[in-house]
């Protein structure tokens, strides 16, 4: 990616990829290369920033499916739901050894910063 100039990383969501994320960052910080993923754990392992839903919360959701399953509903007849929350998360040390500048007005909006 460095070879053919490009200027950042978009990183879908996969267990391989999850498995390799300490590993995914190492490379896109040495290569200056700012990194977006679709979960927030990305980011503690060296990611730039993510946004995405937020896997706690679709955990419980999926939890009072269960209940419900559980309790004799059919899961057919059970609505399909969409994830309701989602969290940006930025990681500022990144940002600083990539030099870039996060702009206020969007880490006012964020759900976690690491620094």
């Known amino acids: 990616m460095a070879k ?15 498995a390799h994320r300490r590993q995914i960052g190492d490379l896109a910080l040495a290569y ?5 993923h679709e979960y927030g754990e990305y ?25 419900k399953i559980l309790k004799g509903a ?4 059970l ?6 929350k989602f969290e940006l998360v930025i990681n500022l040390k990144t940002a600083k050894a990539l030099g870039l500048t996060i702009p206020p007005s969007l880490l006012q909006r964020v759900d976690q910063v690491i620094e």
């Open 4 to 18: 053919n100039g490009d200027k950042g990383l978009v990183v879908a969501a996969s267990p391989f990829m999850f």
């Open 43 to 67: 980011i503690d392992a060296g990611g730039l920033i993510s946004y995405g839903v937020n896997v706690p919360d679709l955990q419980r959701r999926c939890a009072v499916y269960v209940d």
């Open 32 to 36: 200056r290369m700012p990194a977006i």
């Open 79 to 84: 609505p399909v739901e969409q994830p309701t």
């Open 74 to 77: 059919k899961p057919g007849d």
